[in-house]
């Protein structure tokens, strides 16, 4: 591969990494809950939980492929290291962009979170498209669809609810009460999926993107 391949291939990974994180940032500033992904880091409140668990993500990817794995998928998950960082800092840089976004009304909170939804799933296309790497949460579902054969926005949504579950169950737990879980992490959970599927098939094809680069 020519490394100006590689150049465009890493590029639109970079910028499906801010797409992300754009849309995780206008999640939380709807004001109705935070992203599946960020739930349970949010109701255990500890700095490194967000490592663990990107860890055990990790651990879990090399489980999955423990049977059938390649180089190429080897690399991709060590990968995640390193691109973790840039992804914490278009976290920050969007959070202070959005500093000063706060909805006035529940119909602007609604609006705001399915802008979030649509930014965030056009940011995952983007970081599976290169096929470079990945972040810990979407590869692992990566993974664990190509594992037991299921398509991977389908597959999402029962990780993100799943997500959001155990977030609740732990707020309970340890609160008596539901921190940060909120109905917008429910529709987040539910709808990302999709989103990514249809996205993925119909809308932004390697053929697409191809054009545009």
Not at 199 to 207: A, W
């Amino acid at each position: 591969m020519e490394m100006k391949e590689i150049f465009k291939r890493y590029l639109v990974f970079v910028i499906g990494l801010y797409f992300l994180a754009a849309g995780i940032v206008l999640i939380i500033r709807s004001a109705l809950g935070t992203t599946p992904i960020s739930s349970i880091n949010y109701v255990l409140s500890l700095g490194t939980c967000t490592f663990i668990i990107n860890m055990v993500l990790i651990l879990g990817q090399f489980w999955l492929i423990r049977k059938n794995r390649t180089r190429q998928d080897i690399i991709e998950i060590l990968l995640q290291l390193p691109f973790s960082f840039i992804f914490s800092a278009f976290i920050d840089f969007n959070m202070m962009l959005t500093s000063e976004l706060h909805p006035a009304n529940y119909g602007m909170s609604i609006a705001l979170l399915l802008t979030g939804c649509m930014v965030q799933s056009i940011g995952v296309v983007l970081e599976l498209k290169p096929k470079v790497a990945m972040m810990s949460a979407e590869a692992f579902v990566k993974y664990a669809s190509r594992h037991y054969n299921k398509e991977f926005g389908k597959f999402k949504v029962y990780f993100d609810i799943t997500l959001v579950t155990l977030a609740v169950i732990l707020s309970l737990l340890l609160t008596q009460g539901i921190q940060g879980v909120r109905g917008g992490s429910l529709i987040a959970a539910c709808i990302t999926g999709y989103i990514v599927s249809f996205l993925n098939q119909k809308i932004m094809t390697r053929k697409t993107l191809h054009r545009l680069l």
